[in-house]
C-alpha cells in the first residue's frame, strides 16, 4: 500500500526531498548479507509504498509539492534530477509567488483557501496512480506561516476529502533560539488545529537533531541539509520494510496503519517522537560493532530518561517501583523524570535480529496503568541492515516527552497573547482571539492529559 | 413434524448394523475429523471423548479455518459455552461443566447433535471450506449475518474488574477498532483495484466464453504450477467431504435413533423442563428455520411497536393536558402528513430489503450487453447495497440518539459533575 507525501513550504520540502533519497539510497544499496531474493522483496516493497514507476523504468516519488515561492520547489526538483536516481513528477508542483511572511493566518486564510482547489486536485491526480493509498504523510514546520498555516489547512481539506485515509504530519519543532518572534503563536495554531484533523504528530525536534550532527555526527558547520538528511535517516528506518510478524518472512503490507494502531489509537494522545541509534558519521562507523544488548539497553534509557541522543543519557533515572504510585502521576509543575510511555514501538534492523532481547521494554513499569504492555509495546524487525548500519534500532514513542517542550511554548505564547502583542496580524487575517483561546484550552488539556498518565 | 419421525423410525429398523457408517460419515463431514470411537465413549461418558469434543464444537462454532492460532482448552470451552447459550442452546448441565475440558462427553454429544438437528450447520461448514476458483462477490449476506452476531457475544477475557475499567482503555479500544476498520476499506479497495487489472490482462483467455477472463485464483494457477497441485488437493479434500455428506444424509436417521439412546442414558435432571433436544431434529427444513427466523424478527418488531406506541401515547397525553384543546385541524394535519410521509420511507426501505438478491455471485467483467441467467448488473448490486447501507446508517443515527439521550439524563442526575465533549473523533 502506498503513502502519498505532501511537501510544504520551505521546510517540507527540503526534508522530503532527503527522506526519498535516504529511501532510495537504502533501498538500492548493496544489500550486505542479506539473500537476493530478499533485498528485492524488501526493493518492491519500499517501491510500492513511496515510488511509481514511469513506462521507461525511471521511480517517480509519490509526492505533492507545495510552496508559495518558487525558490525552494525549483531547487529541489533540481537536486532530484541531477541525481538522477530518482524523479519528482512535473505535473505534481504547485508554487506561486508571495511567501506567508512567517504568519501562520496569511497561509490558513489566505493561501489556504485561494488555492484549494488547484492544490487537491493535485494530490487528487497522485492519488489515483495509487493502486491503494494508505494513507498521507504531510511534511510541514510548526513556525513558520506557509508550512504551518497552509498545511493545517490542506491537512483540513485532506480530512474532509479522504476521510479514509490516513493522516500524519510531520511537524518540526522550531529552534528554542527561533528568529521568528511570533513562532509560539504560529505553533500553538498548528498544534491545535492538527490536533483536530490530523490522526498522529511525529514531532521533530530542530534543537535535539542540531545536536546529533554536532556530538554524534561530528560536523563542524551544521547546515540544513546536515540536519535533515539525520531527520530523513530516522523516518527512513521507520518507514521501510519489517517483516509483517515474528517468524514470517513476508513484508508488512501496510506500515502507516500499522504504526497508527499501535501508537496512537486514542484521540487525546497524538503526539509521536522518534529515536535511532547508533547515528554516527560514516568514517567511525567502520570502526565500530554493536551487540543488540548494548543497543537496546541505550536505547531503553534514552526512553526512560527522555534523552534525544545516546550521548548524555542521564542513567539514574529508574522506572518507579511497580505497586507504588509512578512519579508521572505527580503534578505538572514538579521535574519529571522519568518518562512514562503510553505505548512504544520498536524497529530492529539489521544481522541477528532474531536474537535481540526486548524483555526491557515489556516492563509494566515503563507504561501507564491502563495499558498492559502486551497493548502498549510492540517490536518490528528484518534482517536487513539499514543505510549502511550493521544493526539499528529505532524507537517511537507515544509519551510524556512533548510535555515540557509544549508547556514552554504555550507559556510563552500566552504571555504574548495576555499583552496583545502581534495580535492584530492574525486578526487581520481572520484569526479572531477566540480561535487562540480554542487552541490554548485544547493543548492545555492535551498537556494534561500527557501529565496524568 | 410426527411424519418425518415416524419416516426416521422407519428407515432406522433397517440398518441399525449401518450405525458406525453414520458415524463415520458425520465425522468425515466435520472440521476436525474426530475418531468415531469417540462418539461411542461420548454415548457412556467416558471423561477420554471430552477433549476431542470440546476441540471439535469450538471448531464447528468459532473458528474458521484460516490458520490462525487456537486459543487455550480452558478458552475454548469458555467461548463454546458462551456460543452455545448465544445459539440458545436449552440445556444447563453443559453449563456446569468444568473449564478444564476433562469431562461431559455425554453433554457434549447432546449439544453437537442439537445443532446438527437445527439443519444448517453441516451445510455451512461445507461453505465454509468450499473451494473457490471463480472471484466471489457476496451480496447478501443475512444468514451470516445472524450466524456471526450469534457468535460475537463472546465471553470478555478474564480481566479483573473489580478496581473499575479505566475509561482511556476502552477509547483505545474503539480507536484501534477504528484503524482496524480503516486498514479493512483500503485492504479491499486495492483488492478490487487490482482485481480489475486482472480481469482487464485476461480479457478473452477462459474457455468458458460466458466468463472471458480468468479470475484470480486462475491466474495464480498459470503464474505458479505448484499451486495447481495445491488445488487439486484441497478439491480432493473438499470432494471427500461432500461425499461424506452424502452418505450422512442417506444414514442420518440412523444416528438420530442411536441419539435417543444417548438421550436414554443421560440421568433425567428434574429442573430441565425445557424441549426434549430431539424435537429440534424435526425442523431441519428450510422452510421451518426461515419461517422461525421470521416469526422471532415480527415478535421484536411488535414489542418495539408496543413501546414506542406507549411512549407516544404518554407523551401525546401529557401535551394534550397541558394544551388542553387548543389543537387546532392545521396541526393534525401537518402531523398526519408526516406520519404518512415516515410510513411511506418505512414502506419503501422495507421494499428494497426484501428486493435484495442473495447469496454470492461470480464477479464477471462482461463488454456485451447481454446479462447471462442469473447475473446481476455491478451497478445494481452498488444500488442495492447503498440503500441498505443508508437504511442501516439510519438505524445506526437512530440508536446512537437514543444512547444520547440516556446520556443527556445521566449526566442531569448529576448537577455536580461538569461535562465536556473530548476534542479529536
Known sequence: ?453 | MGRRRRRLERQAGAGAEALPEAIAALSRTLPTRPNPETFRRAKFDLPEAAPALWRLLFHVLLREDDGTAVPYPEAQVRLVKSALRAHGYPRPALTQLPEDGSQGSRELLLALSWLLAGGSLLGRLLTRTHVLTGDQMPMCECEDLAHATACLDLPAPCKDTSNGLDMRYVQWLMGKLRFRWLNLICGHQEQCALLSKIHQYTQGCHSNQSLGHLSAAETELLRDPEAGQQLLWRLERENGRLEAALEWRRLEPIFWQWMDTVLGACPQCPSDTGPQPTFQAAISDRGHEELELVTRELQALWQELQLAAEARRTAWEAQVQIQGLELSTPQVLVSEAMVERQLATLRQAWEQWGALPHGPHRLVRCESRALPGGGLWGTEAIKALRSKAACLEAELHWLQGQCQQELAGLAGALPEVVWIPPHGH
Open chain 1, 1 to 453: 500500500m502506498s503513502i502519498l507525501t505532501v511537501q510544504l513550504g520551505q521546510c517540507g520540502n527540503q526534508i522530503g526531498f532527503e527522506v526519498f533519497d535516504a529511501l532510495f539510497s537504502d533501498s538500492y544499496c548493496s544489500p550486505g548479507l542479506c539473500s537476493k531474493k530478499e533485498n528485492e522483496a524488501y526493493q518492491a516493497s519500499c517501491k510500492e509504498r513511496f515510488f511509481s514507476e514511469e513506462g521507461n523504468g525511471d521511480l517517480v516519488a509519490r509526492a505533492v509539492l507545495v510552496d508559495m515561492e518558487p525558490k525552494v520547489i525549483n531547487q529541489t526538483l533540481l537536486k532530484a534530477s541531477q541525481a538522477g536516481r530518482w524523479k519528482y513528477s512535473q505535473h505534481a508542483c504547485f508554487c506561486q509567488k508571495q511567501g506567508s511572511g512567517n504568519n501562520w493566518a496569511y497561509g490558513y486564510s489566505v493561501h489556504g483557501p485561494r488555492h484549494e482547489e488547484s492544490i487537491m486536485n493535485l494530490i487528487q491526480k497522485e492519488v489515483e496512480k495509487c493502486d491503494s493509498l494508505s494513507g498521507f504523510s504531510i511534511i510541514m514546520s510548526m513556525a513558520g506561516g506557509t508550512g504551518s498555516g497552509l498545511g493545517t489547512f490542506i491537512t483540513q481539506k485532506l480530512q474532509d476529502q479522504f476521510p479514509k485515509s490516513l493522516k500524519m504530519n510531520q511537524v518540526v519543532w522550531p529552534y528554542g533560539t527561533g528568529e521568528v518572534v511570533v513562532q509560539n503563536y504560529n505553533s500553538i495554531l498548528t498544534l491545535s488545529h492538527l490536533y483536530r484533523s490530523s490522526d498522529a504528530l511525529l514531532v521533530h525536534d530542530n534543537d535535539a537533531i542540531h545536536k546529533i550532527c554536532e556530538k554524534r555526527m561530528n560536523i563542524r558547520q551544521i547546515s540544513f541539509s546536515d540536519i535533515n538528511q539525520v531527520l530523513a535517516h530516522q523516518l527512513g528506518s521507520m518507514f521501510q520494510p519489517t517483516y509483517s510478524a515474528e517468524g514470517s518472512f513476508h513484508y508488512r503490507r501496510s506500515p502507516l496503519g500499522d504504526l497508527m494502531e499501535i501508537l496512537v489509537p486514542h484521540p487525546e494522545f497524538k503526539m509521536l517522537g522518534v529515536r535511532s541509534i547508533p547515528q554516527m558519521s560514516e568514517s567511525s562507523l567502520a570502526y565500530s560493532t554493536f551487540t543488540w544488548a548494548g543497543l537496546l539497553k541505550h536505547l531503553r534509557q534514552m526512553l526512560i530518561s527522555n534523552a534525544k541522543m545516546e550521548e548524555g543519557i542521564n542513567w539514574h533515572v529508574r522506572p518507579p517501583v511497580s505497586g507504588l504510585p509512578t512519579l508521572g502521576k505527580t503534578p505538572c509543575n514538579k521535574e519529571l523524570h522519568f518518562n512514562t510511555s503510553i505505548a512504544n514501538l520498536v524497529i530492529l534492523r539489521g544481522k541477528d535480529v532474531q536474537s535481540a532481547d526486548l524483555g526491557g521494554f515489556k516492563d509494566p513499569a515503563l507504561y501507564t496503568s491502563w495499558l498492559a504492555p502486551a497493548d502498549a509495546f510492540n517490536a518490528w524487525k528484518t534482517q536487513r541492515a539499514f543505510n549502511k548500519y550493521e544493526k539499528s534500532a529505532t524507537l517511537v514513542s507515544n509519551s510524556q516527552f512533548l510535555v515540557k517542550p509544549l508547556d514552554l511554548i504555550v507559556g510563552k505564547a500566552w504571555n504574548m497573547f495576555a499583552s496583545k502583542a502581534y495580535i492584530h496580524q492574525y486578526t487581520k487575517f481572520g484569526i479572531e482571539e477566540e480561535d487562540f483561546l480554542d487552541s490554548f484550552s485544547l493543548l492545555e488539556q492535551v498537556i494534561s492529559s500527557y501529565c496524568n498518565l
